[in-house]
């Protein structure tokens, strides 16, 4: 028998939640990843939730939450806090139940998200933009309700929302018969990892669970690391459906008791991953949603031989973030590079670079030069793409050995942000 109470959640209530949200939302595929299989000589699947209705699994606690408001409840509104996919879930469940809704969006969100959150919410939602992360908006929009007796849907930390995000468990269960040995969950307040959590320590046990957060965002590991939940200081909001500065008080109970295990992801092989499975599997993901795909990378020996399941959380993603994704990509490869570079002030210096320093496969993608002065040698910042990480030592090299090598940018982001 379930017992549940109110800083905890049963099974049943999953069930009833998918029950709820039956016929609303898409039971998404269960997919078998051959390229992935091979490469890390396992059995991978990933659990689609980019093919969502609202193309994130956060339609499922936001219909779960708003339908089980009261009459009056109802009536008065509902408003939530989001980066993007708790926020089209909510207009898509406001729209779909006659209920209008005020939803608070960073000032950051991306565009093609906050288009997305119009066209699923139509006349039923208002859009308010405030602050330059999720927690500025979230404190805004409590503020809201409170002033004007709304009902917050909260994005994570809430029994229901939780429960509907469990639905995602049951439905990876019931599409396979083979025991699950991993599971890779994508952590950012962590409602996706509490509810699917909860739903395998009942039903599968055995499996191990990881949760899987941005480097640049560890609320989860930073909580766990002091025993207890913190408040970051300060984020990087690049994979902004994972970047918040704290945990839902619930959801870091549970991923505390839940998870077997968690591990950070940095930027640069998210960005290297979402470019993996767009060229070789003509999949668009958002970074939080490529988190558990890129975490195969770090359990590769672990995962050897094993049946795994990466949870795919959602597809939002802005094609104006290309070139950066790419960019970051090509850094955590090794593949592209930037320098100071000294260039004699004489005709042929130039031409002398290209011949005799740069390799046959050494492409310049960035070149900056300006003569403000007399000197002997004047400097350009270079930017340079190789072929395979290996050209790297034999291209320093080269610069050195003809006086060219000014310093190495890659290795001082404060002066690489400032010039580039």
Request: proline content about 4%; charged content about 25%; hydrophobic content about 40%.
């Amino acid at each position: 028998m379930n017992i549940t109470t109110k800083n905890s959640i049963s099974l049943e209530q999953i069930y009833k939640a998918q029950h709820n949200i039956k016929g609303v939302i898409e039971h998404t595929p269960l997919v078998f990843m051959k390229n992935f299989s091979e490469r890390y000589q396992a059995t991978i699947y990933f659990k689609r939730e980019d093919l969502q209705v609202v193309r994130s699994y956060k339609i499922r606690g936001a219909f779960n939450k708003i339908q089980g408001l009261t009459k009056s409840e109802l009536k008065n509104g509902v408003v939530c806090a989001s980066a993007g996919n708790h926020a089209q879930g909510v207009a898509y469940a406001c729209k779909k139940l006659k209920v209008k809704g005020v939803i608070f969006m960073p000032v950051t969100t991306p565009h093609q998200k906050i288009d997305q959150v119009k066209m699923f919410g139509g006349k039923f939602i208002e859009i308010q933009l405030f602050g330059d992360s999720f927690d500025d908006s979230q404190k805004a929009a409590i503020t809201f309700c409170t002033t004007n007796k709304r009902t917050f849907v909260h994005p994570f930390d809430d029994l229901e929302v939780i429960a509907g995000q469990g639905t995602v468990g049951l439905e990876i269960l019931n599409d396979t018969t083979n025991p699950i040995d991993y599971l890779f969950l994508p952590v950012g307040g962590g409602g996706l990892a509490s509810g699917v959590s909860n739903v395998f320590k009942v039903l599968s046990p055995k499996t191990k669970i990881v949760g899987v957060e941005p480097k640049g965002a560890p609320s989860l590991t930073t909580s766990l690391k002091n025993g207890k939940n913190t408040t970051l200081t300060e984020i990087e909001n690049f994979v902004d459906g994972a970047a918040v500065k704290r945990m839902g008080e619930l959801t870091f109970k549970f991923c505390k008791e839940l998870l077997d295990d968690t591990n950070t992801i940095c930027e640069g092989l998210i960005c290297s991953t979402i470019l993996k499975v767009y060229n070789e599997n003509a999949m668009v993901v958002e970074p939080a949603g490529v988190l558990s795909i890129a975490a195969l990378e770090k359990y590769k020996e672990k995962i050897k031989g094993k049946t795994v399941v990466c949870v795919v959380s959602g597809g939002n993603n802005d094609i104006t973030r290309m070139e950066e994704i790419k960019e970051r990509a090509l850094f955590y490869e090794g593949l592209k590079h930037y320098f100071i570079i000294k260039f004699p002030q004489r005709a042929g210096a130039l031409k002398e670079f290209v011949v005799d320093v740069l390799g046959p496969n050494d492409d310049i993608a960035y070149f900056e030069y300006t003569k403000k002065h007399n000197r002997d040698k004047g400097p350009a910042v270079v930017g340079i793409e190789l072929d395979t990480k290996e050209d790297f030592e034999p291209l320093v090299k080269r610069m050195k050995q003809k006086g060219f090598l000014g310093e190495y940018l890659n290795e001082k982001p404060e002066l690489f942000q400032f010039l580039i």
